[in-house]
């Protein structure tokens, strides 16, 4: 049976190199470096955390080696890398809750982090040559993008204060769009669905900085604390840990982005798909290869979509060509939405737009 990661990986090049500019549905191998800053005095402690660690993941489907490297230059300085037989079953477990227990030993021996991941591309050497076959597959075409990274946030506030608090995520005054020489905040949409708030953001440059960035600003730490006393989640934004944790558990990360060429923006729905308990990845692997699928279809309106998935929330966010467009939650295609609907726990469902702030040109 043709797997969707399959299909997904036979599309033409021209597919690849044009229109799906992000997937982690190809199959291809994943490279994940973790940048580490320890605290000086704890490279013990940070050791019997890292050894804790490794004895667990490797347990973890899909985890196929790690190494730990210390800098030549500063003591301080480690590197972590493993290698996975695909993305997916990495992103399930780095997004999981069990994840966010098992690293939290880490945490304060740990000054910084900051972690890639890479599919893998080309090999060279003859251990690789080799062994080339059992160590799985490689990406086989270079995606083209267009230098956006697209990343969102979401959490719950409690059921009765809905009002309340798109009031207040509306009316905030925006952050300054410029991060530094090389980053700049491209554009914030904000959408609810319930008691489901969703931000998604695009960024040029450094998505890091963009975040703290965001963070410290004056007019968002002004919102944020405004919708404290309404959150699910009790969180202290003063509280370095409480903070970490909240925006851990809120990340929402982009794992699917396919767009048209040479086209001008439209209407901008976001859309909610709330998945079976262990079936978010696979829901958010159906909808990628429908977005991919609708671009072949001359009368769609759909212009760009990304999938965002974190365990069981998966949430689709779409560019339309006319103003005032809608689309349809399900696939077109009576097959794919009815394996789609296997896997909901719910109705999918249109999310109400907050905000959708672009910054201005330069």
């Avoid at 790690?66 to 890398?81: A, F, G």
């Avoid at 050497?125 to 160590?135: H, L, Q, S």
């Avoid at 696979?282 to 072949?296: V, Y």
């Amino acid at each position: 049976m043709t797997t969707t990661s399959e299909r997904l990986s036979e599309a033409p090049a021209r597919d690849a190199s044009k229109r799906v500019s992000q997937s982690v549905f190809d199959g291809s191998r994943l490279r994940v470096v973790l940048l580490v800053d320890v605290f000086d005095g704890a490279q013990q402690q940070f050791l019997e955390a890292y050894e804790q660690l490794c004895n667990q993941v490797a347990s973890v489907p899909g985890h196929v080696s790690d190494q730990l490297c210390q800098s030549i230059e500063n003591p301080s300085q480690w590197l972590i890398t493993s290698e996975w037989e695909s993305a997916p079953p990495f992103l399930t477990w780095v997004n999981s809750e069990e994840h966010v227990r098992m690293v939290e030993p880490l945490h304060s021996c740990v000054r910084n982090t900051r972690s890639l991941r890479f599919h893998i591309v080309r090999e060279t050497g003859r251990a690789y040559e080799t062994d080339a076959p059992a160590r799985g597959r490689l990406q086989t075409e270079v995606r083209i993008g267009d230098g956006v990274i697209r990343h969102a946030l979401t959490f719950t506030v409690k059921p009765g204060t809905e009002d309340k608090v798109a009031r207040l995520l509306a009316d905030y005054t925006a952050p300054e769009p410029r991060v530094d020489d090389s980053t700049r905040l491209l554009r914030t949409s904000l959408f609810m669905h319930g008691n489901r708030v969703v931000r998604a953001i695009e960024v040029r440059g450094d998505l890091l900085a963009a975040l703290r960035h965001v963070s410290r600003s004056p007019e968002v730490r002004a919102v944020e604390e405004a919708i404290n006393p309404y959150l699910e989640q009790d969180r202290d934004l003063n509280d370095q840990e409480s903070a970490r944790m909240f925006f851990t558990r809120a990340a929402l990360p982009a794992v699917h982005h396919v767009m048209a060429d040479d086209r001008p923006e439209g209407t901008r729905r976001a859309l909610y798909y709330p998945a079976k308990t262990g079936r978010g990845m696979k829901l958010a692997e159906l909808l990628a290869e429908a977005d991919s699928a609708s671009h072949d279809d001359p009368s769609s309106q759909v212009l760009r979509s990304t999938v965002f998935e974190r365990e069981d929330v998966v949430v689709r966010l779409v560019d339309l060509a006319a103003e005032g467009a809608d689309v349809d939650p399900l696939p077109r295609d009576p097959a794919r939405a009815a394996e789609l609907r296997e896997l909901l726990a719910g109705e999918a469902a249109r999310m109400q737009l907050v905000t959708d702030r672009r910054s201005p040109a330069v």
